[in-house]
């Protein structure tokens, strides 16, 4: 396999889920590794622009933070101006990078250097207009640099404004393509800058000038907008300028870039004229008839984009530019093409869609809610009436606004209509009724409920829809989830449930009146769900539900076969029943039934049942059980676990007596801070240090034949209340305390079992044992479950504990009385076999930094305390050794040069280097650093 | 106006989905994150979308007869948009993910929703939605082709060159151009370079070849012929008209062009030219030509103008009449040609299917004209030409096995309900008499191109229903 392959796969697991990916490594050292292959000159393009997509779509993940982040698109930036000029895809993609880079990681909203710097060099990049300069194969990088910019002007609008004089002259000189690109960046350097004048309180004609002369450097210092705008359909009040400004100059500066707009491709123009309406509706001195000589190309236009921005257009200025006349055409125009045969399917939903929030001249209600232009008559809409042949999605879209037209309609009219929607409505259960298939039974009950919706209010209308459902269960019991979900919804969308009530009447009736071998056991089982459904209904009188399942149970052989399954759909019936509140009417039946089950049904469960819910209704007024059955049978714990709970329906029940969840944290752990020097692997017992002095190493060695030596790292945490919780959760004991871990570079955490925390007393020292596979920094999700004082169980979540790199250092592990001469030669032996590339992961590298003497010796201390090996002030050498387990060394050797501290670094895997020298960074924060890698 | 992310999704028959191609735009997130604030819903990783996806397209567990979440009546009314449910029902969602489906292939974008997420705003209040279906529909054609059903290799090297072709037409979630359909730029082109005009941006090279300008028309006709009173039949014609200034002139007498849209690449327009619309009613003042279009040409094959237009008669008009008769059919068509149309068909085939009904056995068919070709296995038999006399007929019996071997199925045509389908088409030949004259195509370029114009006439969806059974429900115009 070529290393090209083994990127392939690595980079595909990764874009498939990064989570999982990142489980195994971590995102510093793949963010290493990926930046170091490509500062690999043998990598060829395919395989950088491979590496370089991963920063492209995932730039949080790789640079967590901003410092990362900055780091990250300086090293890219040097890859980019490495890479030959032939190079001209993996440029425009290493481009892409920084720029995602360096707006995801806050670089650009925190106005970083390198965020300056990036934006000057791709402002230099735009000025070769016409390639005159670097040739016409330099032509997509610099279309890359103008996108770039403009991106980096959405999210961070206002830094272009200053330079639109440019920008101008740069568009007016562009001849090739990219012309609609330089257009667009300078219409939104434009609309940003009267965006910005608008929150100005009061505006001078000289200011409202100045902004198209602007030629200065990038504006980081003005005043900012948001992050992100809203387009100005989306606000509550369009902000505007002052009236009465001089105008001229922009307006033949909006003409010519009108009188252009057609050579944009259908996609840019339609962006282009939405920020020109936004520009337009923010300056009262501009007319919006600006656009009318656009109007005739825009209303016949067969592009979908374009056709949106004209209605966006109809929608901003309304009257003010498009007569009742125009806006009569144009939603004939928008009928026309929702029904056009040679649209899409997509366009074609979406201009229906269109045409329910079609923005009036005179709208009746202003709500966003769909709602009928008044203009659309059934004479209009007569093409878009649903038909069998339609596919699903165009006759449900059809069908609803078929069915709002109708419903706005004169009398005599919508008489016609809504009985062709009937038939419609009539010719799809047919189809169902004749076989049809699983996702035409879908449709057609989606279709059903649509219609209903609108019309169930016609008595004669949803009495023949419930007649002709009934006669199709009667043939295809299968549709029975379907009748109930549909008595469901349109019980819950609509008010009245008079209809829903009805149809289970008539599903009930249906049953009734079946001849017994139609009741067989597969049927039946459809029939009981569609029975318990209607035992709910209060307003249903359920006297012919008991007979016929007492019927059914004499009748057959249903009680000897004992199938638990039907006993069990029986009994959800009654349980139904045990709730209804006209049950007292047919109280003896009931209860024979019950009787009869508990007596004669061949299941010991189904007969225990049926002897408790029949204990119930002999001993319990109505109002009682009811409460009982609701509340989940309250007094019976020992019942909840067992089967009556799933008969019942009430998964409910069962909570009350599992563990309760709280989202907030209840507990917490915190750090306890300890010396270094107190820290030590386990072992303590005497080495023996006679042997000759090259044995050192291999009697150091020796001690990791042991099992499980040195492999483990203990944290000492304090486990305590977290802010502001509950005063519930003052006192609470027997607390597990259970561990996961976010990646698979560490051993699975033992549960640890603390007997009690109490608010005002000290906290308990928890220890968590890590034993690491990978020595990498790790978190820890923490979970807890614990119980208070009113006996109760809680589960909740702590908050994640991080464990950084120097948390897993470990002095070398020796015994504690180790001479220090044994350590020194065993520190020199380590160093030796490193720096000869032995084993082959080892690696060499250097750190420099600037301090003063004394700010030295304090750093020794703070940090290093607990892992020197030698302190040799007087040479100014110190030697520290940091032990990772599972058997990783890093050994420092630390000398003050004339002008700087240099640390020597040898490490036997070179993985943990980043590491190491972001450590190292960190405590060296306040001097200037200098880093140099080996 | 952008997108926030774009999925390629392939679903085989009994497969899970796959990640065929992805592409995260991290800014437009980032906006997408400060826009919706606290509720902010992030896009989960790739490896759980096709689950959701097909979950939410109602495309899984296929051997379940019902499943509540792709069952539901009361989702789903407008499939243009639909949501992911991220922890099933009443949990987060993600809104809205507009799909194109084109066989096993599900091509799905998510839109940025630059408004407040509650209460959900409106589809057409989002500028990034039509763009959104823009950029879908032209990678549908750029992966699919013209055929719709690449090969397998074809489709993955086209998939391999997804990533440099939205690096050009949505560099950072922004759509800045459709891609160009699969195929469709001819071979010797060269980059631009900048002269004294702009150069219109959908034309981004120079062709290098001979120039020719060739225009082709085409009409469909599609109809719903029932032979009975109580149903209307219906006919209509739409056309096509790739590849100036075009003149397009009609007869003397013919009926109008309606609902032309145009390409955006059309430079002006005639107001008179839009006003024909087909939900207007027609009185004869209606404008009917010339239609002139000005435009500049990309390089590409590409659809100028389409229209519709109503005219008096459908070009075929057929009876079928099939009765029932103890074990086997009893067929009688009759296709009479208009004396409008020549009768000069490169093809012209008449199909007679029989579905839900066992394999055919014998058939005893006598045809007027023409040859008899039989497909058993897919159960159907057809024929035609039009004698001189412009009237062709068919009679016989269909003998069906008894056997348990069933034919094809089908929800509509079940009992009686059965139609005969035609397929034919008419070269140089239109039927509102539409056409383009090869001396009125005006091309202002210093080089001389060759112009082509050809046209045509082709059926689609032409139906011919048996008029002895219940023919479905198929439009509201009649009743109105």
Known sequence: MTIADLWDQKISAFLLSPSQFLATTTSESFLAELLHELRNDKANDQLKILLVSVLLEHPTILCPSSSVGEETALELLSVFSHTPQKSIILKCNVMLAITNVIICTSCLANHTKMAEDWLDLLFQMIQDTNDYRCGLSQQPIRAT??????????????????????????????TTVLHQSYCMLYTLGLKNAIRILTSQKDVTDLEFKSILGGNEGFAWKSNQLRLTLLPINMMVQVPRLPPGLDCKELKSIMSSLLEESYLQTPISQSALLRELVEIVAMVPGLSPTLFKSQLLRLFGTADVSLMHATLFMKDTFTDSLFSAEDENFLLKRLVGTAQHPLLRVPEKLFYMECILHFPENRPISSSGEESLPVLVTPRLAVSLHPTVFNDSATMLCRLNLLCLVHLEADEGEADKGISYLFEHIMALLKIIDNDGSRDVVVISFRALFIFLMHFSGMEELSEKVIDKLCDMYSRHSRLAPNLIGLANRIQEHLDDPVWSVKLLIGLQKCIMEMPPPQLTIHNLSWHLKVLKRVAKEGQITQRNTIYLLLNILINSNLCERGNWQVGNAVLAVCRNLLEHPSIDQVFIELADLLQYISVHYDGMDIKDHARFYYTLLTNLSWEKRTGVLAKGLDGGRAKERSHSAIMAESEGIASNLTVHKTNRHVLQLIKVQEKASQ?????????????????WLEVYQGQFQTPGFGSEVTLRYNLTHAKDTDPLFDKVFTICLHFELKDSNYAKVNDIHVPCVFRDRKPPVVKVKLKPFQPYPTTLCVSAIFTTQDGRSWHSRLPDVSVSFPEIFLPLPLPPNTSCEFKEQVFDCIWEAAASGNPDKSAISLFCFKTADESLADLIKTHFQGYLITDQQSKRLWKVLFFLPPMCHVLLKITQAEDAIQVSIATDNWELLPFVNSYLQNITDHCSTTVTDG | MSIRALWVVSHEKGESGKVRFSRRFPTVELRAKSLAGTQYVAIPEDCVIPKLLLTELGLVDADKPYVEVRGDCARHHRSLAVELRLDGPGGRTLWPLLTVTQGALILACLPLVEAPPEPRPPLPSLASVSQGLALLSGLQDFLCGPGGKPEPDVLASRL????????????????????????????????????????????AVVHQGRAVVSVALTEKVRSMQYGKSSQQDIWDVYGVLPNVTITLTLPHNGSPLQDILVHPCVTSLNASILTTCSVDENDGSAFSGPYKFPFSPPLELFRLCSYTSQVPVPPILGSYQLKAEENHLKVNVVLKLHESVKNSFEYCEAHIPFFNQNLMGSVEVKVSSGQLEVSKEKNWFGSLKFPKSREATLEGTVHFFSGTVAGPTDPLCTGLTAYIKLYFRVPDLTLSGCCVDQHSVQVYSSAKPRIVTTRELVSSEYYIWNSTGDAPVSSGLMML
Not at chain 1, 684 to 693: F, I, K, M, P, R
Not at chain 2, 173 to 201: C, E, I, N, W, Y
């Open chain 1, 679 to 695: 820290r030590s692997s386990e072992s303590s017992e005497l080495l023996e240090t006679t042997g000759e002095a090259e044995n």
């Open chain 2, 160 to 203: 391999a060159a997804l990533p440099s072709v939205l690096l050009q037409v949505c560099p950072l979630g922004r759509p800045l151009d459709t891609p160009l359909p699969a195929g469709s730029v001819p071979a010797a082109v060269a980059p631009s370079p900048g002269g004294a005009q702009k150069q219109p941006a959908w034309k």
């Open chain 1, 145 to 174: 640099a103008c996108e770039c910019l403009r991106e980096m002007e959405t999210c961070s609008p206002g830094l272009l404004p200053q330079k639109l004089e440019a920008l101008y002259l740069l568009k007016q000189q562009e």
